[in-house]
């Protein structure tokens, strides 16, 4: 299963200008990009986010949070 930018985000209750945000900072690249220009999800890709969001609630920065 894969989930573009918008659903993702609407899964994760964060905005799709956040996750571009994270992709353009090396945080979470997508599992592809379609010929369309989409970035696309997959089930790693939402562990990984589920991580990173729940670092960023204890305050951590995402610069460290790169690191981790």
Do not use: C, F
Request: proline fraction near 4%.
């Amino acid at each position: 299963m894969e989930w573009t930018v918008k659903e993702l985000a609407e899964r994760a209750g964060i905005t799709d200008r956040a996750l571009r945000h994270y992709h353009r900072i090396g945080l979470l690249p997508p599992d592809r990009i379609g010929s369309n220009g989409y970035r696309y999800y997959g089930p790693d890709a939402v562990a990984r986010l589920q991580r990173i969001l729940l670092l960023r609630d204890t305050g951590m920065a995402l610069a460290e949070i790169a690191s981790v």
